[in-house]
């Protein structure tokens, strides 16, 4: 008579870091649950000063093979990884702009990969794109696949690497701790400004890098000459849109309108329908915005400063783009590339109502930058938020109101 054992579908894992103040542990036991899979808690040690992390060690049960390895996915991507660890698996790229089977699928979180034993960093860490690794100068990146040539070495399946995890230090919060991932018309505005304002500050003290991500809406509330003189003072160092924006800060310049109404009182201008075209044959006319600078026929407005201040910016067309304007990059490929350029080092991107703009640079950046998105509508700025980054504010609020406070802010503390 023959004795039918079943088979037991289960892994050993741990987990350290600020487990509970970061909520790790609450997000791996709720995906566990979700997913109809069981656990065990081993051991857990909890850090008992402010500096020491926690520990974990867990045994996770699946119903069957498939079960288990798509509870571990999940798991694992929360900062978890096996007890027992194998070197990562890496296969060749078949042929340009193509991956093998399986390949490994990034979040953007800091992610590290154990390649003969030891643990290499993953640099320019991106979602939704793919690990390239270089043996000979023991180099991992984060790549687009657009990128990859045929034989380099990809990283495929969950094995050898090691996500680490977003954590909420216990030395107290500051402004990005506490509103993470949130978003509410009902927060207290003028403080949170303030706040960021205060933050702002100590970026610039230690020479740290703010990105701005903007549409024309910043032109059309009048909030332009604010971000203007953000850009004059060195507190802006990329600016990172669209043609619209362009075109409306030039019209703006030029003839005091955006879209054909007056900026400073609201009123629709006499034939204003056509301001915006009379800018773009201007900015034709001259060559580009840099010549309408140089030729002193562009005088005040954000392009203006962000030329005379060497501040970089790319412009990015899309399909709906009046003209676009020579300064804009009409190559979709092109266009990214210089977005992540600008975005190199940066220590904080703060996003004003620009959804398509926003939602891209949102998928070119690592969960450690600090994210401020922008918007009137509040289904905006959620939507924005859902990109995966812990370090990210919405404030549901005008711009043309909001960058003007921020100013505001900050020209008093420089007093």
Known sequence: MLLHLSRKYEQEIEVKGHLVDSMILTKIFDKIMDLKGDFQVVEFTI???KTDPSYARLIIKGKNQEHLDDLLEFVYRDGAQPVLIQDVVLKQAPRDMVLPDNFYSTTNKATEILYEGIWINVEDM???????????DKIAKCEMIRNVKKGDLIVVGERGIKIIPDERPRQGIDIFQFMSSTTSSERPTQQIIKKIAIDIYDLIKNNDKIIIVCGPVVVHSGASTALARMIKLGYIHGILAGNALAVHDVENALMGT???????DGTLAISGHRNHMDAINEIFKAGSLFN?????????GIMYECIKNNVPFVLCG???DDGPIPDVITDIVEAQRQYKK????AKMVIMLSSMLHSIAVGNMLPSTIKVIAVDINQAVV???????T????????????FIPQLLEHLERINR
């Not at 991106?126 to 000979?136: A, E, G, H, P, T």
């Not at 959620?382 to 995966?388: A, E, N, P, Q, W």
């Open 382 to 388: 959620t939507k924005l938020l859902d990109r995966g």
């Open 318 to 320: 899309s399909i709906r």
């Open 390 to 401: 812990t370090q990210a504010i919405g404030i549901v609020t005008d711009v043309g109101s």
């Open 292 to 300: 309408m600078v140089k030729n002193k026929i562009l005088k005040k």
């Open 342 to 345: 600008i975005l190199k080092g």
């Open 258 to 264: 955006s879209l054909g109404m007056n900026v400073n």
């Open 126 to 136: 991106m979602m939704d794109k793919c690990i390239v690794f270089d043996k000979k």
């Open 47 to 49: 850090g008992k000063r």
